[in-house]
């Protein structure tokens, strides 16, 4: 996969030589085919923007990844149960995850105080008060300071990725506080993990009741999602992911919605992840998209995945839109999905029984993104809903969407546009650029 995504930027690269920044897009933009082969018209939208991408990466905080940003509220020291400990740099791999469990998030923030991250193992603890230096994501950092860097953004939930993946889709979480624990999470030898409709009968995920009880319920739901607002108004819509023999097929949430998996939306709007690059050459990226990697290049800190072969693959991704020819009209959203148990300093607040979750770094990449401005308003995930729900129209999901500030001020629609910024792949990381990513590696 690595060989031929580079082989698409460099060609997306040549094609987009010579070419100089765009006017003003509008609702007037040209209509183009959907990775499903139906014709994209676009919709009326309240501000310039004609797609939205949506693309979460995994397991890291603000102060792990921008504490040391100029301008933004990050610290260099942490408190370890009331001692000040420095932030020391991690390696490209930890040796082993850090705690992010449900429990594990009340632990760390210590009724407000933020200094349980620690352990009685001294690993744990050591890489938990871990802090990147801007030379080991220079990407990340270049495109905070080129495009807009929020440093007031929170995870939705205080679990980890699963319900955190569904308030990315539908500003809730069907009162899931975590992903399977001793059930099967593979339908067979052949097909990966999956916490979906398609999983093993017999798994099961940890949801709250009403009374606040821990239940099992099977992973398979029928809650109203951002698709079903987009499809209701005839819009479209894609979902990027592992295919179902791919480790990371886990981060495919729209699996878990039954009416989705179980449909012809399910082959008409979910796509392997392997073919975004292309897609997005060929100017196929509907007005809304979600993008999750492969689990080797997600920024999961352990397990055999790198965040310089992450951050390498995120730049392929971007620098394909940036290259690409819808960029004139496009806003991507760049976020991690919960805190992965790393160390940060702010203490979220309590909306209600399920989050907020700890601070996460989000990233406004747009022709349109305040350039070199670090963002203090408070979000979360669903503010990156309500931004797309107030673009085109549509009505809110949940009580949390509904509250959420829509992220418009993170945009300046009467400046120039900002002209693409591609970046190019480094070379340092352990193992090469990319591991291995054979067709199938459940």
């Known amino acids: 996969m690595a060989v031929l995504l580079v082989?698409?930027?460099?060609?997306?690269?040549?094609?987009?030589?010579?070419?100089?920044?765009?006017?003003?897009?509008?609702?007037?933009?040209?209509?183009a085919l959907s990775p499903s082969g139906t014709l994209i018209v676009p919709a009326h939208t309240r501000w310039p923007i004609q797609h939205v991408v949506i693309l979460i990466k995994e397991n890291r905080t603000f102060d792990h990844m921008f504490g040391r940003f100029p301008g933004a509220n990050g610290v260099t020291t942490g408190s370890d149960h009331g001692v000040s400990i420095p932030l020391i740099p991690p390696p490209q791999t930890l040796p082993e995850d850090l705690p992010h469990d449900w429990t594990d998030s009340f632990v760390d923030d210590d009724n407000?105080?933020?200094?349980?991250?620690?352990?009685?193992?001294?690993?744990?603890?050591?890489?938990?008060?871990?802090?990147?230096?801007?030379?080991?994501?220079?990407?990340?950092?270049?495109?905070?300071?080129?495009?807009?860097?929020?440093?007031?953004?929170?995870?939705?939930?205080?679990?980890?990725?699963?319900p955190n993946h569904l308030f990315l889709i539908a500003a809730q979480s069907g009162n899931v506080i975590r992903g399977p624990g001793g059930t099967p999470t593979k339908p067979s030898k052949q097909l990966a993990k999956t916490w979906g409709c398609d999983a093993p009968p017999e798994e099961r995920v940890v949801a709250l009741d009403p009374e606040g009880s821990e239940v099992k319920v099977v992973p398979c739901f029928d809650f109203q999602t951002e698709a079903d607002l987009l499809m209701k108004a005839g819009i479209d819509w894609a979902y990027y992911s592992a295919s179902?023999?791919?480790?990371?097929?886990?981060?495919?949430?729209?699996?878990?919605?039954?009416?989705?998996?179980?449909?012809?939306?399910?082959?008409?709007?979910?796509?392997?992840?392997?073919?975004?690059?292309?897609?997005?050459?060929?100017?196929?990226?509907?007005?809304?998209?979600?993008?999750?990697?492969?689990?080797?290049?997600?920024?999961?800190?352990?397990?055999?995945?790198?965040?310089?072969?992450?951050?390498?693959?995120?730049?392929?991704?971007?620098?394909?839109?940036?290259?690409?020819?819808?960029?004139?009209?496009?806003?991507?959203?760049?976020?991690?999905?919960?805190?992965?148990?790393?160390?940060?300093?702010?203490?979220?607040?309590?909306?209600?029984?399920?989050?907020?979750?700890?601070?996460?770094?989000?990233?406004?990449?747009?022709?349109?993104a305040r350039s070199g401005a670090v963002d203090h308003h408070e979000g979360e995930f669903s503010s990156i809903l309500r931004f797309v729900e107030d673009n085109w129209g549509l009505p809110q999901l949940t009580h949390r969407d509904r509250a959420a500030n829509d992220l418009s001020y993170d945009f300046d629609f009467s400046q120039r546009p900002l002209p693409p910024d591609p970046l190019p792949l480094r070379s340092d990381c352990v193992g090469g650029p990319f591991p291995p990513l054979p067709p199938s590696d459940f």
């Open 112 to 162: 407000g105080e933020m200094d349980g991250f620690g352990r009685d193992d001294p690993l744990i603890t050591k890489y938990a008060y871990s802090q990147m230096r801007p030379e080991q994501i220079p990407n990340y950092w270049r495109w905070a300071g080129d495009f807009l860097l929020s440093d007031n953004f929170f995870a939705s939930h205080h679990g980890p990725s699963l």
């Open 7 to 31: 082989a698409t930027v460099a060609v997306i690269a040549v094609r987009a030589s010579g070419r100089t920044g765009g006017a003003l897009p509008g609702p007037t933009s040209t209509a």
């Open 244 to 368: 179902d023999v791919q480790r990371g097929y886990i981060w495919s949430t729209y699996s878990s919605i039954r009416h989705i998996r179980q449909t012809d939306a399910w082959t008409q709007h979910v796509h392997p992840v392997d073919s975004f690059v292309a897609d997005v050459a060929a100017g196929k990226l509907p007005p809304v998209t979600w993008v999750t990697p492969r689990f080797l290049v997600s920024d999961h800190p352990a397990k055999g995945s790198s965040v310089c072969q992450g951050e390498n693959w995120s730049t392929q991704v971007i620098d394909a839109i940036l290259n690409g020819p819808q960029w004139s009209s496009t806003a991507i959203f760049l976020t991690w999905d919960d805190w992965g148990g790393f160390y940060d300093h702010v203490a979220p607040k309590h909306v209600d029984r399920f989050g907020y979750g700890f601070r996460v770094p989000l990233l406004v990449i747009s022709p349109f």
